[in-house]
């Protein structure tokens, strides 16, 4: 089955700076990949997602890559603000089986 | 504020006890989920409906009892749970995309805390 690795476990940054979460995943099929950010007390929302046939995706100061062939993609977030600490979780899914999370990266946006 | 609503927001039950978590969405998505996310982990996928039947169960105990009354309303109920069940329960939802279930955004609620004691 389908295994999805987060890299880092927690992250600090300073406001304004840039944040960059990777994950890498193992099974070929996959070919959706979204983004999610869980806030304290909270459940997790959708912040960006992609598809296999694009390779990168923005949305305002978010952005997402995807390397199909390095089964790798990454959750690129400029200028950071304090609102934007959480705990982000990226997933993969072949779209016949359901999504497989990351553990989870702490952001800490310091002002 | 989430289109996935979750009721109760809180709940504290002894191991005895029986009780009922409610999830409720009107966006007519056809898939709808429950997942168990413990303190620092990501969400634990629990069941799966799809078109009101279940067609994903994770090898969960049977003291959790999923139900999907209609398509906008889906309950676990809970029975002779223990202390290590105490987490946070999140339903979600998600529309079926190209004849696939899973390849589209999952709404989640805000989840019920539950506590076992």
């Known amino acids: 089955g389908e295994n999805v690795e987060q890299h880092p476990s927690t992250l600090s940054v300073q406001e304004g700076d840039s944040a960059v979460i990777k994950c890498t995943y193992s099974?070929?099929?996959?070919?959706?990949f979204p983004w999610y950010k869980q806030e304290l007390g909270k459940g997790p929302q959708l912040i960006i997602d992609?598809?296999?046939?694009?390779g990168e995706k923005k949305d305002q100061r978010i952005a997402v890559t995807l390397n199909k062939t390095a089964k790798h993609f990454s959750l690129h977030i400029t200028e950071t603000q304090p609102e934007d600490s959480a705990v982000y979780f990226c997933?993969?899914?072949?779209?016949?089986?359901?999504?497989?999370f990351g553990k989870g990266t702490r952001l800490s946006v310091i002002a | 504020d989430t289109e996935v609503t979750q009721t109760p927001k809180h709940l504290v039950m002894g191991m005895t006890n029986k009780k009922s978590l409610k999830c409720e969405q009107h966006?007519?998505?056809?898939?709808m989920y429950w997942y168990k996310q413990k303190a620092k982990k990501p969400p634990e996928l629990m069941f799966v409906?799809?078109?009101?039947?279940?067609?994903i169960n994770e090898s969960v105990p049977s003291r959790f009892s999923p139900e999907c009354p209609n398509s906008s309303l889906l309950n676990l109920h809970l029975h002779a749970l223990q202390p290590e069940d105490s987490a946070l329960y999140l339903c979600?939802?998600?529309?079926?995309?190209?004849?696939?279930?899973?390849?589209?955004?999952?709404?989640f609620g805000n989840g019920t805390r539950l506590t076992v004691t």
């Open positions: 979600a939802s998600s529309q079926e995309r190209g004849g696939n279930t899973y390849n589209s955004p999952l709404h």
């Open positions: 099974d070929s099929a996959s070919n959706y």
């Open positions: 992609i598809r296999s046939n694009v």
């Open positions: 997933a993969a899914s072949s779209g016949n089986t359901p999504l497989v």
């Open positions: 966006m007519g998505h056809r898939a």
């Open positions: 409906y799809s078109y009101e039947k279940l067609s």
